[in-house]
């Protein structure tokens, strides 16, 4: 059987679409962590010299790169408990929903990177996604997205799930509020609960941690 890898970093929710999903099908890897984000390691350069990001899964000594592009793979190679629906409309579905998180994934970043009216702006857009997601991708009483199984929207969706309610702690402001968004508030609880996923989040005190020192640091460059 061909060796599996995952270079990754433990904070980033990117890296763990990538870990619920080889959990999820029950795939043996070795993880590697990179020390982001500066002393990046030589092999996550030569494995994904074009980005130079991670996730990164080497399968067979072949790197694949960009999380939801992973995710695709490991579903064709390992077919079982499927990430995609086998009907065509459906799987078109579940990559247009996917595909809507990707172009927004970058305000979660905003948000603790920020303030004053940028972060405001991002702020915004983040609730307008929310809405979005409540009144079109949650509808018919559904507990995953893909219905009662998770799904690869599930996954994509995961810093809705844990990584924004964090960034609220210290970077404010409010945005997720449970009974403005009863339908996500609930599909966040059904995701929680799931084994793989509440075993494997990141530590909610060290993401508080490293994200405040990282605000911190990028606010007082931008001042500087």
């Known amino acids: ?49 074009v980005h130079k990001k991670i996730p990164v899964l080497v399968h067979g000594g072949k790197p694949i790169v960009e999380s939801l592009v992973i995710l695709e793979y490991i579903d064709e190679v390992w077919p079982h408990n499927p990430l995609l629906p086998k009907d065509a409309y ?13 172009e927004k994934s970058h305000l979660i970043a905003k948000l603790y990177r920020t303030d004053g009216e940028e972060q405001q702006e991002a702020a915004k857009e983040y609730f ?23 799904n690869m929207v599930d996954i994509a969706f995961c810093s809705v799930a844990h990584w924004l309610r964090v960034v609220e702690v210290f970077a404010g402001p409010k945005i997720f509020e449970p009974h403005k968004f009863p339908r996500l508030n609930s599909w966040i609880q059904n995701l929680k609960s799931v084994p793989v996923i509440k075993d494997n989040l990141p530590d909610t005190d060290k993401m508080l941690a490293l ?14």
């Open 1 to 49: 059987m061909d060796e599996v890898k995952l270079f990754g970093f433990w904070a980033s929710p990117f890296s763990r679409r990538v870990i619920w999903a080889l959990k999820l099908k029950g795939v043996e890897y070795e993880y590697i962590e990179e020390d982001l984000p500066y002393n990046k390691s030589d092999l996550l350069l030569q494995y994904n010299p």
């Open 211 to 224: 994200l405040k020192r990282w605000r911190e640091m990028l606010l007082a460059s931008k001042s500087s």
């Open 90 to 102: 459906e799987r078109s579905v579940a990559r247009f929903w996917a595909k809507f998180i990707e």
């Open 128 to 150: 307008e996604m929310l809405e979005v997601l409540e009144e079109h991708a949650l509808i018919g009483g559904k507990k995953f997205f893909g219905g009662d199984e998770i």
